[in-house]
């Protein structure tokens, strides 16, 4: 259908239309306009992505600058989604006898898109990137184009010789797409997506390529600032942020490393003896300054590095460093400084000035040369030309923390480890470079493009994420559902049958009464609701525990005669079986119980809808492990630097995670479900209210504060009603727009604002401008509820 | 520090005395040393071949002592080596960027002085290479001199700088606590009041409940912008420890002998806002730190000597002037017994010995 907001033409390619849709693309238009940062909140299951392409993708054809859209998203199943749904728009607007050309894909690891026979067979990315590197480097190239037999890739050939626009026209691809028109072009799929992102108007790819300083770099460099960026399910995004610029050092990493010096070092000797120039060019290169260098970077280089700030780009390398075998001597110094620092056997947390003092103390190494350590470490392995840069990766990585801790001063950690457990006796010491600030990493890119969206199902307490990632929001908003049927149901069962109270809380969670309710609850739901049942646990320590407590108790051998029990493990392969088999015992109508964790695997991008997914429940609040001293330091910057209180970010971030485990049960309206929360706390006002407002809508004073037995009653009274056809007519003007509706709805508040307009005159005309002003205030905070006309 | 609390059984499990082959399966407390000449060898051997003085080394015959063996911070032998001569280059080459007219000049220098690290290091023309490090040491004494007092200031600097973030962070910490308990009593205390209420007053109990929630409603917005005001004045103010800051930053340097002066008068714990300076750069800022020196030291401000680069000539009123001096004679004494300690005070100085 097509309708305008405002004087935006928008294309929507489905006849009907959610008012929450609508609502979306409002105060989507909105952000492009004012060109600013949006945080919105919309529920899942409702057609966010479609809504947001297709919005984003109006704009951008209506307006003259036409504005580059970066799609990111988490995982590539979503990735894949996403670009299926911008297909199907885009034929919908060339149906609708639009003329326009627009070019839009997908980008993924090498590992997916490879068409080399031998290459494309390997299993792990690292692999696959460091073999291709092998095909692809320059000097390779050069050596086999002089007549020296070595073996380099013919689809990278191919593309070398001719135009990548010239290859691919305009159109939209996903990833098989492109992989298809790789093949029957026989050029490489990866490089031609990547260099097509410079020509794409819409490109879709992971948080990766944008937020983790190393790859951006990389990737997203070119990208202009005028581009809308879209960050889908952003619930997570601070995790991202903090992982992408944190590193973990073990004993193995820094044996690696060392033996990777060790070639460097072997290799330069042996460069030497041959009396090559090259070691010489780069040598002087580097004393006119690392600026050219770096022109001359290209994306052969796939020698990752943490971020560097703009004006040391335009500094010198350190004379100390210059030489080759200078700097090799220097990056063993601090190895084996890191290896003294892992043989202490207490647990020591340091910031990054009081680390850098001490290395200086003992090793005389300085702030200035660790800096450019990354930088200088890939310039020497091109300059070497070495091949198989995987097995570089320990050695790449000591860099990566080198260049990081002599960076940045604050919102770092080094928190060193001795044990990997409270009690443990064996040591196995890991030295932790963490990030406390999220805001670290996504700063560049609120900096440098104007509008950045972070959308999510379950994105409340709103005001929390403009915070942590230290931005500011034009427009913050969160979408009810409306819905014609209740078509979910959340109940808060707070204590059993027995009326003893069930929390997860550390001091009960292994009383027999609180686990022998868990299991009631499990027993009595498997009972009454159909198909496919998902429980979440808050840790998979807690969950073994109850499970070998249910099997004793019996409780298990309950809940097998009426559903089949599958469990998530952390082997990531284990549980895609268990969920392989889940979903066919879903299928055959046995119906099964699935044991999750919440912030595993199966909590995050697995839909449970329809028959797969009748009722969630939830047992206790999935608060972090907080004992963590990471965590701990976290917390403290928190308070110190966002003003947010420890104990806000925990329950923030617990029920963030409980809304995404509940929220996978609805995935659309036709859908229905229970969500069940099993712990006392979620009674409280102060839990409750951080709960996304679509769920915490349809929260009654009823359902807060049951028991097992009343919640069995209410559910299945819930069932009953949902299992009566829905038909969609009913749905029509309320939960569904047509385009009458869309109309009726525009003219209706088009009436409302000139009437506030008119009322304003005429109060203006009475009382003179300012007193009008007021009373149009009082009017609008409700004080006056009298109407002038 | 963290080097210091190092532990070697964990790792270096498979260590063997070269000289007694003993192994720590045999001697659990062995500890092994290693001596100028980087050949390792356990506490035993050494306390039994250096028991008489000098000996040569087992290995390489070389003539060492007992005192210069020491304990070995890196597992590999040759950082060891490199970290030592190291050490001793430090102390020769240490000029700064500052010291340079350009960036360029600076790196050139960097890289000479790896050069001759280098050389030292893989014992390549180590006989010219010391002559070398020789010359430059005794063309550059006066600054090498400067240098290593400005990196003992700045060292010193470095450590109250952490010492002071650390107790911040503390004084962030107990407010926050003390806050959080404060809420926690306040809480208690009105749910307390809720229930006395209940029980004792006639009102029905919607009103009162009513009335209560207007009560929090009210004082949860008080709070928050409670809070707001707090973060905002935060950021306006200077805290306690930026202001100590900048004034360190003026007195950044400071004669190493005048601290070891301070050190004999058992002045053990150091704290740069208390003790005085002496200014080795005749750089801005002296007459600032004078002023600020007077806060601290009571009125009475001595001219200071600077080092041997030039004399600062400054004359500062021995009792301060207005109010101070009414202050000074608040105890009782007349004006000229401050003139007179003060001409004392100058003399003391005499007698110290040469700067």
Known sequence: MLFHIDDLPVYFPYDRIYPEQYAYMCSLKQTLDAQGHGVLEMPSGTGKTVSLLSLIISYQQHYPEKRKLIYCSRTVPEIEKALAELKRLVEYRKSCGLNETILGLGLTSRRNLCLHPS???EKKGKVVDARCHNLTAPWVREAAQAGQDIETCSFYEELERGDVREIVPDAIYTLDDIKELGKAKKTCPYYMARRLLSHANVIIYSYHYMLDPKIADLISKELSKESIVVFDEAHNIDNVCIDSLSLDIMRPTLEASSKSIAQLSERIEHMKQQGSEKLKNEYEKLVQGLQDTLAARDEESIMANPALPDDLLHEAVPGNIRKAEHFVAFLKRFNEYLKTRLRVLNVTAETPSSFLRHLKEITFIERKPLQFCAERLSLLTRTLELNNLDDLASLQKVAALATLVATYDKGFMLVLEPYESENATVPNPILRFACLDAAIAIKPIFERFSSVIITSGTLSPLDMYPKILDFKATVQESYPM???????????????????????????????????????????FGKVVPDGIVAFFPSYLYMESIIAMWHEMGILTEAWKTKLIFVETPDSAETSIALDNYRRACENGRGAILLAVARGKVSEGIDFDHHYGRAVVMFGIPYQYT???????????????????ENDFLTFDALRHAAQCLGRVLRGKTDYGLMVFADRRYARQDKRSKLPKWINQYITDTSVNLSTDMGIAIAKKFLRSMAQPLETQAQLGVSLWTLDDVLARQKAQKEKLERVGGVHQQLQQQYGSTEAQRLMQDRASGKVYMDVD | MAATMTMNTSLLDDDVCPVCQTDRYLN???????????HKMCENCIERLFAHGPAPCPTCRQTLRKATFSEQTFEDLSVEKEVRIRRQMSSKFNKRREDFKSLKEYNDYLEKVEDLTFKLVNEIDVETTKQEIDKFAAENRDLIRINADRLLNESRMATHRQEMLRKERQQHREAYLKELEAEQ?????????????????DKSAKTILAARQAISLKKTSMRKTEVKLTTASSAGSTPMFSDSYRWMQQNDDMDRRQQEEEDDQANDNFDPVQSQYMEVDLGVGYVNSVNNNKAHAGGLVYPLLTSSIGVKDLYVEPLGVGNLSQMAKAGGYRNAFGYERAIEDAHTALYLPGL
């Not at chain 1, 979910?488 to 027995?498: A, E, H, Q």
């Not at chain 2, 500890?31 to 100028?36: A, I, R, T, Y």
């Open chain 1, 627 to 645: 004992e963590s001293r990471i965590l701990k330091a976290r917390l403290e910057f928190l308070r110190d630097e966002h003003r947010v209180r």
């Open chain 1, 482 to 524: 409306t819905l014609t049927r209740n078509c979910f149901l959340p109940m808060v069962i707070t204590r059993g049958s027995d009326q003893v109270a069930i929390s997860s809380k550390f001091e009960v969670r292994n009383d027999p009464a609180v686990v022998r309710n868990f299991g009631n609850i499990l027993i009595e």
């Open chain 2, 28 to 38: 659990p407390q062995m500890k092994l040393k290693v001596g100028p000449c980087f």
């Open chain 2, 185 to 201: 009593l306040a809480k208690s205390e009105d749910r307390k009041n809720l229930i006395q209420e209940l029980a004792t007053s």
């Open chain 1, 119 to 121: 290459v494309s067979k």
